[in-house]
């Protein structure tokens, strides 16, 4: 449909066919130009001339053979070289002073003639080649320049001036400027460059972001078929021919069944390649371009092109079909000039519009920001407050699960869809995942036509913000069918790619799609997830804070009996959290006894330093004053959990120490239950070790309630040592368990004559020499000896 250069592949048996094959052609050095017109390259500085069109004598009267190698003056004559090197000896860009008013004197009558310079780079390379057989520069050569002089004859309002281009859409340039709607800027310069122009039809076309095409205005003769609406698929403007579009904003093919005319010699005499036409205004197009067009009906054709920065937006397409038409230089300046002038209207507009927008955006974002750092409030609510995260990003809904607490605002979702989608974006292990066809890219999450298009924010732990939309049914009216971009024909031994010849209407529904996410509200959110990561962070530290204080107080100084020497520590793991499940308690009874407590709450963090406070609590009151013995303890304390509710696992370890002086050999009498916790070591005054190992470790408190605890019984002699521990001092994940026992019996054979807190300060050292991959409780006893 629109101006698109093409090549024709011709390809050898065998080989595939498909539209790679035209995105390959060099389309910018072709060999040839369209003969509205003659081109001449010469040598900069000296004038020389070095390649020429076939016909230059059909404007010149010199035929091309006479031209190569002489004088320019030879050829158009002084007065008209003198005009074309002036302009071309004057500083800055060449196509800003277009044309260049010359006379050719030919037969002795004087031709009017528009020179339209530019310079093209010319590398020189003849004499080396490069792994491709491509002339390259020869080591030290530096780059030179060739004057490309076009010349037109020349028609329309003279002499040209920017005051005559001005005057031409002077009323159209007020009238953009009056616009208050990109679809109001549309039509206007539709109107205008028909108008201008004359050409039968005139589009404004615009890309989307895969470069598919649509048709957004139209100006056209009466009788012919509304392309307006219609849609082109990517393939129909190649990649290299948008990048030409990208350079020379204007080209006219003013006869499609133009002949072309060769360039003489076909390689530039000084680079031994073809001779670059990016910015020539007569290059030659690809013959499947010319085949494109004539299956259109189309006679002419010209484009402009509409861009934003230095990308390609859209294009001013003009067609016409009743024969061949060929606006003036003139004319095609200024119609360039229109289309340079909306492109700023639509970037203004498009700025102002993302301006509004990012406005509104930003203060929301402030906002939340803010709020988020209110500790008092739960972030959940501060989110769906108001504002809310549907003032920052428009969709359907959101869901919100932070902190343990989820809320919602806007749709509703089935149960659990939201985590599944939450866990497959977490699984993306990126900072924001957002996609407008979730159905596609999540097979397994199986969305409902509420979730056709997510955003999803994945935070630490499993948290996220989840923001979706519905499905946007959308009706495509491509000119032709867009699965159909080029078909093959073979002609002779060969197969050469042909475009397609239908252009008729062609619906295409798409489902399971939702509106695209913006690049802009990806930033947005990105931004968003930055303050909600400090605002977590703030908050995180200030539970661990609240727990660190908690633990602290739990975890007290025990008491000093006469009897005993009681050394306890506690080591958390190396995170950021300092605070776990791990507890130790002494205490001693009214009866003189001592009860001695290690445990370990199955989890980590804040959550687990909780359960631990809650069954340390229960766990002295249900053991004080109480002489029923260590495995009633337990008993009573696993009922407690169940009756209670409170969904705690824990191993725990409950010992009693008589009172002296009820042994004969004067120890004392130790009684312990285990509730799936690792064995006692006791250490003799000779450093002989042992594990009070029982012959059952019962289960784990929380378990079954209703399971008997069995209790062992051993005594103590004066001198000895008693270690309680938790797994983190000997188990690590470079080690199995067993390893970690004998190099806790090790250490303790070596240390056992040191007093208890040295000594349980050079067992954690030894032990844990990096530090403690899980939280770590010990209590240390040694039963002094007698005095004599």
């Known amino acids: 449909m629109t101006d698109v250069d093409r090549d024709v592949a011709f390809l050898a048996p065998g080989a595939p066919v498909d539209l790679t094959n035209c995105e390959r052609e060099p389309i910018h050095i072709p060999g040839s130009i369209q003969p509205r017109g003659v081109l001449i390259a010469v040598s900069d500085p000296d004038w020389l001339v070095q390649q020429v069109s076939g016909n230059l004598a059909e404007l010149t009267g ?19 070289a003198d005009a074309v090197i002036r302009s071309a000896s004057a500083f800055g860009d060449l196509r800003e002073r277009n044309p260049v008013e010359v006379t050719l004197t030919v037969d002795g ?106 048709v957004v205005a139209e100006a056209k003769a009466a009788g012919l078929n509304p392309f307006l609406g219609l849609h082109y698929p990517a393939s129909d403007i190649p990649a290299q021919a948008r990048a030409l579009y990208e350079k020379n904003w204007i080209r006219l093919i003013s006869d499609v069944d133009y002949t072309p005319v060769p360039l003489q010699p076909v390689d530039h005499p000084v680079s031994g390649r073809p001779l670059d036409l990016t910015y020539s205004t007569l290059r030659s197009v690809s013959p499947i371009h010319v085949e494109y067009l004539h299956n259109m009906g189309v006679q002419a ?57 990012a406005l509104r955006a930003r203060s929301t974002l402030a906002w939340l920001t803010a709020a988020a750092m209110d500790e008092e409030r739960l972030l959940t609510d501060t989110l769906l407050g108001s504002p809310d995260l549907l003032d920052l990003l428009d969709a ?55 979730t056709a298009g997510v955003l999803v924010l994945p935070l630490p732990e499993g948290q996220y913000v989840l923001w979706f939309r519905g499905e946007a049914v959308r009706h495509i009216d491509w000119g032709g069918d867009p699965h159909n971009k080029a078909i093959a024909e073979r002609e002779g031994d060969e197969v050469r790619l042909s475009p397609r010849k239908s252009f008729e209407r062609w619906r295409e529904t798409v489902r399971g799609r ?36 908690l633990q ?23 995170r950021e959290a300092q605070v776990g499940g791990d507890w130790y308690d002494v205490f001693q009874q009214p009866d003189g006894s001592t009860v001695l407590v290690i445990g370990d709450v199955v989890g980590h963090d804040t959550e687990a330093a909780a359960t631990m406070a809650q069954l340390r609590g229960l766990l002295r009151g249900i053991a004080y004053d109480d002489a029923s013995g260590p495995a009633a303890v337990l008993s009573r304390l696993d009922a407690a959990i169940e009756g209670l509710d409170l969904g705690a696992m824990a191993t725990v370890l409950v010992g009693r120490l008589d009172r002296p002086g009820q042994e004969r050999d004067g120890g004392v009498r130790l009684r312990w239950a285990t509730a799936g916790h690792l064995p006692p070591l006791v250490v003799t005054p000779g450093c002989d070790q042992q594990l009070l190992v029982p012959g059952r470790p019962g289960l784990l408190l929380g378990v079954d309630p209703t399971r008997r605890r069995s209790e062992q019984s051993t005594v103590i002699e004066p001198g000895s040592t008693l ?66």
């Open 62 to 80: 010199v035929p091309w053979q006479q031209a190569l190698g002489r004088p320019l003056s030879d050829v158009l004559g002084v007065a008209a």
């Open 109 to 214: 009558s004087p031709v009017p003639v528009d020179a339209l310079l530019h310079r093209a780079v010319i590398r020189p390379g003849v004499a080396v080649a490069d792994a491709h057989g491509e002339p390259v520069a020869e080591p030290g050569t530096a780059p030179r320049t060739s004057l490309v002089v076009e010349l037109e004859p020349a028609f329309g309002p003279r002499p040209f001036s920017f005051p005559n281009t001005y005057q031409a859409v002077r009323s159209t340039v007020a009238a953009l400027d009056r616009a208050t709607s990109l679809q109001e800027l549309y039509d206007i310069t539709a109107r205008a460059v028909r108008t201008l122009t004359g050409f039968d039809r005139v589009m404004v076309y615009r890309y989307d972001a895969d470069y598919n095409g649509e």
């Open 301 to 357: 054709s010209m484009s402009i092109s509409l861009l934003r920065g230095e990308k390609l937006w859209g294009l001013i397409a003009c067609h016409h079909y009743s024969g061949p038409h060929a606006p003036p230089y003139a004319t095609r300046a200024a119609a360039e000039f229109l289309g340079s002038t909306l492109s700023v209207r639509l970037i203004d507009r498009a700025q102002e519009d993302e301006f509004h927008r």
């Open 396 to 450: 359907d809904g959101v869901v919100v699960d932070l902190q343990g607490n989820r809320g919602t605002a806007g749709a509703e979702l089935p149960p659990g869809l939201a985590d599944r989608i939450a866990e497959w974006a977490a699984a993306r292990a990126e900072d924001v995942v957002a996609t407008d066809a979730l159905a596609v890219e999540a097979r397994t999450v199986r969305p409902t036509e509420q």
């Open 514 to 549: 939702s509106e695209p996410w913006s690049a802009q509200e990806v930033v947005e959110a990105t931004e968003l997830r930055t303050h909600l990561l400090e605002a977590l962070y703030a908050r995180s530290r200030s539970l661990v804070r609240a727990a660190e204080t």
């Open 552 to 574: 602290r107080s739990l975890l007290s100084d025990p008491p000093e009996p006469d009897h005993l020497d009681v050394a306890v520590r506690y080591v958390p793991a190396g």
């Open 723 to 788: 270690l309680l521990y938790t797994d983190g001092l000997v188990e690590r994940r470079d080690q199995v368990f067993d390893d970690g026992i004998e190099r806790l019996v090790e250490a303790m054979a070596e240390l056992c004559e040191l007093p208890v807190d040295p000594m349980s300060d050079q067992l954690i050292e030894r032990l844990l020499p990096d530090g403690a991959e899980d939280d770590v409780a010990l209590v240390a006893v040694r039963l002094r000896p007698r005095e004599n």
